[in-house]
């Protein structure tokens, strides 16, 4: 059993990795630019598009669950005909995005608290990357289709030469041509477009068998589109929650001044690195908990379950251990401004104890995924944001930043310990 979670864990959390690697690379770039303003823009504007693509994110998580779950049960009509159902409700969502950039870009940005000059440079961003839509949420549909189908090598290679692409160009547009942070946007669009024709080609290479099997009636059927659509309300309201909590705190970030905000930036990547790398077990957990579902085999579910937490807990215990000894040299990679380096050391600690208390919901969101239990994680999401928001507004006035990092980390809690009661100990899932 640990050989079937490695050989799906092991190119997720690759495939993961490279995500926050690419955001620390363009935090890295913008600061090299000069100024704090840069770096707060990255970080203003990868919030924006956080909100936005994770809200996108449900295509991902719920085409790799129903897919799973087909496999599992041996019906290859099912999983073909996801996949397009899938890319169909993709390619419409990214089509809106495209026709009200204007009014999402003004609205998203004239939100934040910034200075003018930081968010003159947002909107440089914003409008540049924006044009990568077509592609990014492409992707979160063909991906989770592999998933599904228990190959998690094809997004691996993917993503590890899209953000190879995506660094280059990113260099190349914003150092070497002197684009500054639109430079940074438009080396994204061209990595996003450069990973889904990989994607399709790949898919081509290995699975074109399939496409025998899609039909074009069944595909827009009303009972399957209606579940699926279900199953996806569920993980898009989740989805915006948590979201909305991430938003927030670089909108609160934002509120205390430029080094602040760089500050925090830097060092929710530190956590953004930890999640990508847990979450390589919570997609290898959707996979393997659809495939067993769907074969009706909970003995095996059981096992896999239990093994996959203990693997999580192993990789916090791991995380905590390396933030602890080396903050300071990863911290330089992205700045050498004294300041930050100052203000990060006094809110270290806070990023020490996410791995031992995000481990369990992070895992928990995708065995709940895979077993389409998705009323839990929307339900648990819900009292999570609740107790970060009532949270924060208590505490602000006395406690400032650390409220709202305080904030966060119960909020963590809150998503574990409710998964775990609204689950009823874990006991719906063998059902």
Not at 22 to 35: C, K, N
Not at 212 to 228: G, I, Q, S
Request: glycine share 8%; charged share 10%.
């Amino acid at each position: 059993m640990n050989r079937q979670i490695l050989r799906l864990a092991i190119p997720n959390i690759i495939s993961n990795i490279t995500i926050p690697l690419l955001g620390m690379a363009d935090t890295a770039i913008a600061g090299r630019l000069g100024g704090e303003s840069n770096i707060g823009a990255i970080a203003i504007g990868t919030a924006i598009f956080g909100f936005i693509y994770w809200n996108c994110a449900f295509i991902r998580m719920g085409t790799s669950g129903l897919t799973a779950q087909a496999l599992g049960a041996r019906n290859l009509r099912e999983t073909a005909n996801l996949l397009v159902r899938s890319m169909a409700v993709a390619l419409s969502i990214a089509v809106l995005l495209l026709i009200f950039q204007v009014p999402l870009g003004r609205l998203t940005i004239g939100v934040m608290q910034a200075g003018p000059d930081t968010k003159g440079l947002v909107a440089q961003y914003f409008f540049a990357r924006i044009w990568a839509a077509p592609a990014t949420v492409s992707l979160y549909s063909i991906h989770g289709w592999f998933i599904g189908m228990q190959n998690a090598r094809i997004p691996m290679w993917v993503a590890i030469c899209q953000n190879v692409v995506n660094i280059s160009a990113s260099l190349w547009f914003a150092v070497g041509l002197d684009m500054g942070v639109a430079g940074i946007a438009w080396g994204t669009v061209v990595s996003q477009y450069f990973g889904v024709a990989m994607s399709w080609v790949l898919w081509w290479r290995y699975y074109r068998r399939l496409s025998r099997y899609v039909e074009w009636k069944e595909v827009l059927r009303v009972k399957p589109m209606l579940r699926f659509f279900d199953i996806n309300k569920d993980i898009f309201l989740r989805t915006a929650f948590n979201v909305c909590v991430y938003t927030f705190f670089t909108w609160a970030s934002s509120g205390y001044g430029d080094v602040l905000l760089a500050t925090n930036s830097i060092l929710i990547q530190l956590f953004t690195f930890f999640s990508y790398m847990s979450d390589g077990f919570a997609y290898a957990a959707e996979a393997i908990t659809g495939r067993f579902t769907g074969a009706r085999n909970f003995t095996a579910l059981r096992r896999a379950v239990s093994l996959m937490f203990r693997w999580c807990a192993g990789i916090a215990v791991f995380f905590v251990l390396i933030y602890r000894m080396f903050w300071r040299n990863i911290i330089g990679i992205f700045t050498d401004s004294a300041d930050i380096m100052a203000t990060a050391g006094e809110y270290i600690v806070w990023i020490m104890l996410v791995p031992l208390i995000g481990f369990a919901p992070f895992l928990m969101d995708g065995v709940l995924i895979g077993a389409t239990r998705t009323r839990i994680l929307r339900n648990s999401m819900f009292c999570a944001t609740v107790v970060f928001f009532s949270l924060y507004y208590l505490l602000a006035g006395s406690l400032g930043n650390d409220a709202l990092w305080l904030s966060f980390l119960v909020f963590l809690v809150v998503r574990g310990v409710t998964q775990y009661l609204f689950s009823d100990r874990l006991r719906i899932l063998y059902r």
